[in-house]
T-cell receptor, first 114, second 109 residues
């Protein structure tokens, strides 16, 4: 039972580079989301999706892009990486998109932007 | 925005002692959730308490909810070294699950 799978686990980028963080879940969950975790800041929501073809912004969406073409996948794109995007990124999913369910988290991607 | 705020920020106890963490939140909620994060890992859901519940138990965990004070507490009884982790409360604002900054718990043998 894979659950929520994130790749890569570690990534180093140079300022201005672009990349995509991958997230896939095999639980047929409608709801998927991306968070970033910085020291002393807790988790902050970047983007979320309540189903295929539907996405919305969270608290800190600037500099990030998402799409949801399938139920299983929810990639996060960094358009032009900046040092301020150095963080640990977590993808999470839940069964329902009704704003009441528990989340299942991936193991995270540690990103450094130089 | 961060809906919840945990207190204390850090807690250090010995094995066998009880650990209590508190959470305050800002707006009305349908439910409040607690998560644990071991160092370098993703978050794991511990327990969910609904707004019409006052107390809930799961193994060594006890969660209380006081909607009039907009607060919740997580009690871990008979703590073990393996309970060392960060603990977060979270609640929904629309479709967004918002987390507090967490309590870092250290349980020493």
């Amino acid at each position: 039972n894979a659950g929520v799978t994130q790749t890569p686990k570690f990534q180093v980028l140079k300022t201005g580079q672009s990349m995509t963080l991958q997230c896939a879940q095999d639980m047929n969950h409608e709801y998927m989301s991306w968070y970033r975790q910085d020291p002393g800041m807790g988790l902050r929501l970047i983007h979320y999706s309540v189903g295929a073809g539907i996405t919305d912004q969270g608290e800190v969406p600037n500099g990030y892009n998402v799409s949801r073409s399938t139920t299983e996948d929810f990639p996060l794109r960094l358009l032009s990486a900046a040092p301020s995007q150095t963080s640990v990124y977590f993808c999470a999913s839940s069964y329902g998109g009704r704003g009441s369910e528990k989340l299942f988290f991936g193991s995270g991607t540690q990103l450094s932007v130089l | 925005s961060q809906q919840g705020e945990e207190d204390p920020q850090a807690l250090s106890i010995q094995e066998g002692e009880n650990a209590t963490m508190n959470c305050s939140y800002k707006t009305s909620i349908n439910n409040l959730q607690w998560y644990r994060q071991n160092s370098g890992r993703g978050l794991v859901h511990l327990i969910l308490i609904r707004s019409n519940e006052r107390e809930k138990h799961s193994g060594r965990l006890r969660v209380t909810l006081d909607t009039s004070k907009k607060s919740s507490s997580l009690l871990i009884t008979a703590s073990r070294a393996a309970d060392t982790a960060s603990y977060f409360c979270a609640s929904y604002s629309g479709y967004a699950l918002n987390f507090g900054k967490g309590t870092s718990l250290l349980v020493t043998p």
